[in-house]
């Protein structure tokens, strides 16, 4: 069974740093898409950054400049440097993962439950 477990949220003050984790446990015959969400209650989950196996990124606008997305294929896991965070940072972030199980074809769509950041002004 494939999981997504993230880690490395919690309260910051504004301006601070905090640095996510997400790790995918499972057999995996390879991860295509590796992906940050920011979930805020009210609002739509928003794309806030993508990485590809070939370690091509994309940022949202809102982040760039202050946020870095990267992944250890080895260990499977990506990373969301959040530097310079703002009150409007807060929300749920989830990873996502567009992978292809051992044994199987075709990629699958794959979430994490997601890690609060809360940023304080």
């Known amino acids: 069974q494939v999981q997504l477990v993230e880690s490395g949220g919690g309260l910051v003050q504004a301006g601070g740093s905090l640095r996510l984790s997400c790790v995918a446990s499972?057999?995996?015959?390879?991860?295509?898409?590796m992906r940050w969400y920011r979930q805020v209650p009210g609002e739509q989950r928003e794309l806030v950054a993508a990485?590809?196996?070939?370690?091509?990124?994309d940022l949202a606008d809102s982040v760039k400049g202050r946020f870095t997305i990267s992944r250890d294929n080895a260990s499977k896991t990506v990373y969301l440097e959040m530097n310079s965070l703002k009150p409007e940072d807060t929300g749920v972030y989830s990873c996502?993962?567009?992978?292809?199980?051992?044994?199987?074809?075709?990629?699958?769509?794959?979430w994490g439950l997601g890690t609060q950041v809360t940023v304080s002004s």
């Open positions: 499972g057999s995996l015959r390879r991860i295509d898409f």
């Open positions: 996502n993962a567009i992978a292809v199980p051992m044994g199987k074809a075709n990629p699958r769509n794959y």
């Open positions: 990485i590809t196996a070939s370690g091509s990124t």
